[in-house]
């Protein structure tokens, strides 16, 4: 059986990373996933956080907020400099990617990582239950909803999942200086995740039971643990000012009890809506699992009353795929679940009791695979594409000194584009007519990148106080039929009469 499970389990690891791979959006666009893209990038470049020497040259009021990417900040510490808004340690393990195989190699890391979380949830439940609990958990974790959703994106969801898992395996594994350097890692990737690494430490007087046992597992956890704290305490302190301080915002404004009451019954409702009520049979394993391994359940359920603690006190978001913040809490209660399971038919034949496993597998496994499908898991890698089609067309099409005044895709811009990105919102309304001279009397080109639906909102800042900001004359390029490249220069031939031709592109098609 052992063997039998652990091919399924490798079968299984190796498919989600394949959907990983094959569906991944390998697009920087978002707010998230450019943050994490361009630290990546600068880190690789031996730079802490992106640049740009335009900051310190142009005229224009609050000129570091104009060259402040989407998922950044205007620097405290480097007034040339953008910090993120997301926790950089992610970002730091994309690095040695990014300066070994280019920039796209920031996008191997989110599948390779869900391959290890299939695996090490195998290690962690066959240690409770046995192999084909093992099994069971490790294949409805690679078809878990949230997990399919964020697969294919380059952001830390499933990276700070697998460091979890990988850090509660390696304690009932009773492997205490890696369950020390996995809870690190998590901690660097994820900071705020900090009450589950005081609940792994609590856990080990709990697994542990002898007092020189019990100080000999803290000794090697912490020694595991305390370098990843202080990496994050100086890159707080080179990035923010301070290393108490984070790319958030002030805790107050983001965690809040009165969150708990629209969180709680929001997330238990996705849950069940994306995985049925099939997970929460794991809090039933306490009464359940055998006496030998009921102290790593006890750590289980610690590690997912904490992460949802963390997330119900939460800034509140309406939309499903916010479930991702709980998928360590998610992967852990398959693992119980699965494992209350096994032991209810232990009493069965084996024939039997493989073939209800596999029932209940195939069951919920269907319904998650359907339920992924219906809000878009799949779909992701088409409806991100305008973020990377527009950067290329920015990369190949623009001139090499070209200034694009984007908003929306300023991280696609700068990262995949190659380009400097102006934001526009920052920009004073009064100043976009002298903007655009300045930078052509310097020798930059300026462009205007804008999403369909962004335009009315350029107007409306900018056409009270410039012709430009009307936007009243046809784009150079128009991208994926989504995304419209503008060079101001054409609109005074537009006004001579002259005809601009614009240009309809899709690159990834072609």
Known sequence: ???????????????????????????????????????????????????????????????????????????????????????????????????????????????????????????????????????????LVSVSPPMLYQVVQPMNDVTTAALWMATFAALVSRRWALGGFCCGLALLVRPNLLPLALVAIGGLFVVTRAWRSEMRAVTRFGIGVIPFGLAVLWLNSGLYGSPFRTGYGQLGNLFGLSAVAINAPRYLSWLMETHTPFPLLGLAAPFVVPRETRSDVVLAIGLIAATCAVYFLYTPFDEWSYLRFLLPAIALMLVLASAVTSVLLQYAPAAGRILVVGAVTTAVGVFCVRS????????????????????????????????????????????????????????DPAWLDRSLAWLEQHDRAPYILLESWEEPGFRARFGNHSDVGKLDWPPRYEIDRTVRIYDPKDRARYDRGEHINTEYLWPLRD
């Open 1 to 139: 059986m052992d063997r039998i499970s652990v091919f399924i389990t490798a079968l299984s690891a190796i498919a989600l990373a394949a959907v990983g791979f094959y569906y991944g959006t390998y697009a920087a666009g978002g707010s998230d996933s450019s943050c994490y893209a361009l630290m990546a990038d600068a880190l690789a470049h031996g730079r802490l956080q992106p640049t740009s020497d335009l900051v310190s040259q142009v005229p224009w009021p609050d000129a570091a907020k104009t060259f402040t990417p989407g998922g950044f900040v205007a620097s405290e510490t480097n007034p040339s400099a953008s910090a993120p808004v997301c926790a950089p340690g992610f970002s730091l393990l994309l690095a040695p990617l990014a300066a070994v195989g280019g920039s796209d190699a920031v996008f191997t890391l989110t599948p390779a990582a869900a391959a290890l979380l299939v695996w090490v949830t195998f290690v962690a439940t066959r240690r409770i239950a046995g192999p084909l609990a093992g099994a069971m958990a490790a294949v």
């Open 372 to 427: 992924a499908t219906e809000r878009q898991a799949f779909n992701l890698r088409f409806l991100e594409q305008r973020y990377r089609s527009a950067g290329f067309v920015v990369r190949d099409r623009l001139p090499a000194n070209a200034v694009v005044l984007s908003e929306w895709d300023s991280g696609a811009v700068r990262f995949h584009g190659r380009k400097e990105a102006l934001t526009w919102q920052g920009l």
